[in-house]
């Protein structure tokens, strides 16, 4: 096949819309597949593209010494659309990257449907792509359709591997009493003033854990009630249930914040990080929720500040579906059994938006550069983007292998003895960027 050959990407997430557009600026024409609006997903709201479902935040943008921050500082240096589009419809938030949700959405549609080389179509792939096609990424993500998954499940020859992810609540920003939340950050990072704060004593702390504990939980379908939880995200009442003092040194610790209401020190926090732009929107960090919308509205007003909270959208659970990457693909985010399937984002087993993005970014180069008769090199492994793509290309063990954000623990070992917990951070986050330049070069 040409260069004028389209390579096809199916689904218009994070993951499909960064491989697109790496394919387009490479010089190769790209069809996008996305099936929304016209079949929706229980976890979507609109039917656009890169459309942000769980949180608006991308976590830590520290390149110096955390290692999403240094994935955020790899993919800008790769021309990552996700990574300006971010970086265009950011809002405060401290130390992390978060962004105003429609704007970001926005602005990663609009660069598609403006790139020449990308053609947008919106319809269902329902089932395996054409034999003809000959260079496919599939990026589905966690809602991918079911005759698409099914088809995908049989191809590989085991039972897809799912988990449960949660949605936090959001809250009206008027809605939230200040005369006892207050603005702050944790340790004043950031501006400082990054989030809302809404404290708790010991006594009201316990009623809340007690009334979460009995609160009234969305039931399961028979099909979903096997799927485990991802570590990460997990719904309040679950972390809860592991013992009354999980949610105090969770989401909810007391430390690095000062309460300029009271002078007696708070017993726990909830905090409240900015959703959009215009700060009329707060989402509640770490609130994942299997809660009934009636008890989340129940029992969230029960927390200081927020008695007469309003809320723009209740938490929730959807299903994610992911395979086994380890047994399936190759080094190059090619199906074994089927090598021009090429798999991205979180169907792939990586967790985040970021990292889901990261293997869009990844797959939309090798595709490229397969369809311009050249020979794919992957990323370091010292690098971010390379130890991901190591972890989920063999690096993890097939019969355990779970959903993983990036993280240090993921990067080769660094050569001689480093001191210091936050001094070995700095040196994997330098030597990654260092690299990078390298294999950009």
């Known amino acids: 096949m040409s260069g004028n ?41 609109t039917g656009r593209l890169a459309e942000l479902v769980c ?12 290692a999403v921050g240094v994935l955020h500082e790899e993919m800008r ?16 938030a401290g ?4 962004v105003d949700r429609d704007d970001f959405a926005a602005a990663v549609e609009k660069a598609l449907e403006d790139a020449p080389l990308v053609t947008i179509e919106r319809a269902e792939i329902a089932g395996l792509p054409p034999q003809d096609w000959d260079s496919v990424i599939i990026a589905t993500g966690p809602l991918t359709s079911p005759a698409l998954g099914a088809a995908i499940q049989e191809l590989t020859g085991e039972d897809s591997l799912a988990f449960f992810d949660a949605i936090a609540p959001i809250v009206h920003a008027e809605s939230i009493d200040l005369s006892k939340a207050w603005f702050q950050s944790r340790y004043d990072k950031g501006e400082g003033k990054d989030y809302i704060n809404c404290p708790l004593s010991r006594e009201q702390y316990e009623t809340f854990i007690a009334e979460l504990l009995a609160g009234d939980k969305t039931e399961f379908k028979e099909w979903e009630r096997d799927t485990p939880y991802f570590e990460g995200c997990l719904p309040i009442e679950v972390m809860a249930e592991r013992g009354p003092e999980t949610l105090r040194f969770g989401p909810m610790k ?3 914040l000062t309460n300029p209401h009271e002078s007696e020190k708070q017993y726990a926090v909830v905090q409240l990080r900015q959703d959009n732009k215009l700060a009329t929107l707060f989402n509640m960090v770490g609130f994942q929720t299997k809660l009934t919308h009636g008890e989340q509205t129940r029992i969230f007003r029960t927390i200081p500040g927020l008695e007469n909270a309003e809320f723009a959208r209740l938490g929730g659970l959807h299903r994610n579906t992911f395979i086994n990457a380890p047994k399936q693909i190759d080094g190059f985010l090619r199906l074994k059994l089927r090598p021009q399937l090429r798999f991205a984002g979180q169907i792939t087993g990586v967790e985040g938006y970021v990292e889901s993005a990261a293997m869009g970014l990844l797959a939309g180069r090798f595709a490229a550069a397969e369809r ?25 063990e097939e019969e355990t292998f779970q959903p993983m954000n990036v993280n240090f623990g993921l990067f080769p070992p660094l050569p001689g003895r480093v001191k210091g917990k936050k ?9 990654a960027l260092e690299d990078l330049a390298t294999w950009l070069a």
Do not use: F, Y
Request: proline letters at 10%; charged letters at 15%; aromatic letters at 0%.
């Open 55 to 66: 949180s608006n935040s991308l976590r830590s943008d520290d390149a110096s010494s955390n």
């Open 77 to 92: 240096r790769c021309g990552s659309l996700i990574m300006a589009a971010a970086d265009e419809s950011r809002v405060p």
């Open 254 to 256: 007391p430390v690095g």
């Open 372 to 396: 311009l008769g050249q020979v794919p090199s992957p990323p370091p492994p010292t690098t971010a983007l390379g130890a991901l793509l190591g972890h989920i290309s063999g690096g993890a």
């Open 423 to 431: 001094a070995r951070k700095e040196a994997h986050a330098g030597r």
């Open 95 to 98: 130390g992390a990257l978060a």
């Open 5 to 45: 050959t389209p390579v096809h990407v199916i689904g218009g997430g994070l993951a499909g819309s960064e491989a697109a557009w790496q394919l387009s600026q490479a010089g190769v024409p790209v069809i996008l597949h996305e099936m929304r609006p016209q079949r929706p997903t229980d976890a979507h709201q």
